[in-house]
């Protein structure tokens, strides 16, 4: 594990714990704060900017929750959001069984894009980076009783597109089009790898 006992506190800024276990996987200590904010998107606004601003309010929103933010060692906040667009719209969390069974409706036979917002905002300067990896999903052409079995299955209401590729919602799909395979469960971790490299912050035993 690397040393991180001179390093600013490593704070992931999310209630998902898709994105707690991705994190988890870089073995580095980090604590979790939940955001407090309106993901609702603004009126005109593209998906991409959507991910992107709600990645950087949820790591500012958690940066400010904490005590010791403007310390010697500060706060490195990483904050994430994820929007889903088919045929145009928007595609949230479902949170219910109907509305879950709707998106899936509305998008067997055709190609998903996921737009995974990342960013790390470092309170030591209030520097931002911030990135959008845009994952392609293709959706089969679902029956309604293989929608209707899957989500009794895997109740998948609290992801965006009502499919969770790292269990059986990869049976719904044909093909997943990206640069990073974490990126479609919520946290890009090779973009995130990057910019804790670039914040200096130690990985897999650097110095």
């Known amino acids: ?3 991180v006992s001179n390093q600013p506190r490593l704070i992931l800024a999310s209630s998902s714990r898709y994105r707690r ?4 996987r870089l073995r580095i200590p980090f604590d979790v704060i939940t955001p407090d904010i309106d993901e609702t998107p603004l009126d005109g606004e593209t998906p991409e900017a959507t991910a992107i601003r709600l990645s950087i309010a949820k790591a500012r929103a958690a940066a400010a929750r904490v005590t010791d933010a403007s310390g010697a060692l500060g706060v490195v906040v990483i904050g994430s959001d994820q929007v889903a667009t088919c045929d145009g719209r928007q595609i949230g969390k479902p949170g219910t069984h109907d509305n879950a069974r709707s998106q899936l409706q509305s998008m067997r036979g055709k190609s998903v894009e996921f737009h995974s917002a990342l960013c790390l905002f470092d309170s030591r300067s209030n520097h931002i980076q911030s990135a959008d990896i845009v994952t392609r999903v293709q959706f089969r052409d679902l029956p309604d009783a293989e929608i209707e079995a ?12 009502s499919a ?4 059986l919602g990869i049976t719904l799909v044909d093909a997943i089009h990206s640069d990073d395979p974490t990126a479609l469960v919520g946290l890009p971790l090779i973009a995130l790898s990057r910019m804790l490299r670039a914040a200096g912050f130690p990985l897999v035993g650097a110095a």
Do not use: I, N
């Open 1 to 3: 594990m690397p040393d």
């Open 21 to 24: 276990e991705l994190l988890e």
């Open 150 to 161: 899957y989500l009794h299955a895997e109740m998948p209401y609290d992801v965006a597109g």
């Open 164 to 167: 969770k590729s790292e269990g």
